[in-house]
């Protein structure tokens, strides 16, 4: 089941259960993903999907820092719950262990020896199945 068929299905199962969070969180996910299948002129594979959804989730965490500097515990609330629902949409997180052994083989199969490149070699074999800033600072520790 693809990922745009996944939200449909739950999309309709909140509306059934009339689960308010689940049913606006779902509607801005439908939206987001229509709007890019429409940019990009054709069906949307799961790496796609992915991709709009880790960007929603990336929006996501910058307003709970923002609320959560303005002293805004019950939005800080709300969000995180939101951003947790979204994360089930996502392939799970590498292991660090994991991680750490893709990373290292890559930088080292490309012998870069400068951030830009080992990161561009470390993000190519990760291919989105890791957070951005988890790789950077393997890369950081292995370049130095």
């Known amino acids: 089941m693809t990922v745009l068929e996944r939200v449909d299905t739950d999309f309709k199962q909140a509306m ?10 779902l509607r801005l996910v439908r939206t987001a993903l229509k709007n890019k299948q429409i940019e990009l002129m054709r069906e949307l594979k ?11 989730i990336k929006q996501y965490q910058d ?5 959560q500097s303005a002293g805004r515990q019950d939005l800080v609330e709300r969000q995180q719950k939101e951003i947790d629902l ?10 660090p262990e994991e991680l750490e052994k893709i990373v290292k083989e ?3 199969a490309s012998g870069a ?14 291919a989105g ?4 800033n988890e790789v950077r600072a393997i890369v950081q520790r292995i370049l130095s």
């Open 46 to 56: 799961d790496e796609d999907a992915h991709a709009v959804l880790k960007t929603m």
């Open 86 to 95: 979204i994360s089930t949409y996502l392939p799970p997180a590498m292991a």
């Open 113 to 126: 020896t400068d951030m830009g490149k080992a990161m561009g070699a470390a993000m190519k074999a990760v």
């Open 16 to 25: 059934k259960s009339k689960d308010e969070l689940a049913l606006s969180v």
């Open 63 to 67: 307003a709970v820092s923002d609320f």
């Open 106 to 108: 890559a930088v080292a």
């Open 129 to 132: 199945r890791a957070d951005g």
